[in-house]
């Protein structure tokens, strides 16, 4: 039966993928068919070492992971896998029995929700969707953090220098006398790296720098003393 329903995370107008690992058949075929239903791509697996060889298609993920897998450590040992492996995929546990340490502890540990049997299907796409939408938003994060490291690849040495002085709070007579330049080069460098950084404040150009890295100036500038004329 198809479900009508679009929520935070549920989308189908991006790649969203939710794996679901669970070692009962009927129950992973059951998961499968409802989250494909709300039009999201599913895929059911049997066990952790199965998740764990699997290659991870692109675009946001979600796994909806069975708490009481039989194998050591069930669920718990999967969601302590990936965190030692530093994966980011956010967690959705699902249980026969509602085990207050065991949920405690998932939860703990970064998990999305802990949801005991029976629960309504749209409590469980209301946690798969949470889980998705959190992973959309790294995904996101870590684009524009590569755009940026991207953008600053096309900044000269100086500009790199008169940015990082701009990011320590330097006043442009400052950077001038600090690099040995003039103050209207200081303007040329700053403004060439906004429109290099595409900053659309200097506010923007400030918060690129310090994601980026440059917060301390002698790393840019080479050690110029003051007073020291150099080529601009």
Known sequence: MALPIRMNGLSDSDTATVYVVTDDVTDNDTLCTLLSSAGLRTRGLACAASFLARERAAGPACLLLEADLAEAGGGLALQDALIAMQDPIPVVFVADHADVATS?????????????????????????????????????????????????????????????????????????????????????????????????????????????????????????????????
């Not at 629960?119 to 959190?134: Q, R, S, T, Y």
């Not at 506010?203 to 003051?226: E, F, Q």
């Open 104 to 232: 405690v502890r998932s939860m703990k540990a970064g998990a999305i929700d802990f949801l005991t049997r029976p629960f309504p299907e749209g409590v469980l796409l209301g946690a798969v969707g949470a889980g998705l939408a959190k992973d959309r938003q790294r995904l996101a994060r870590d684009k524009a953090s590569t755009d940026v490291a991207e953008r600053a690849q096309r900044l000269s040495q100086r500009e790199r220098e008169v940015m990082a002085l701009v990011a320590a709070g330097r006043m442009n007579k400052h950077i001038a006398d600090e690099l040995g330049i003039s103050e209207v080069t200081v303007k040329i460098h700053r403004g060439n790296a906004m429109r290099k950084m595409e900053a659309r404040s200097f506010a923007d150009l400030v918060i690129m720098a310090h994601k980026l890295g440059m917060t301390s100036p002698a790393l840019y500038h080479g050690g110029i003393g003051r007073h020291r004329r150099e080529p601009a």
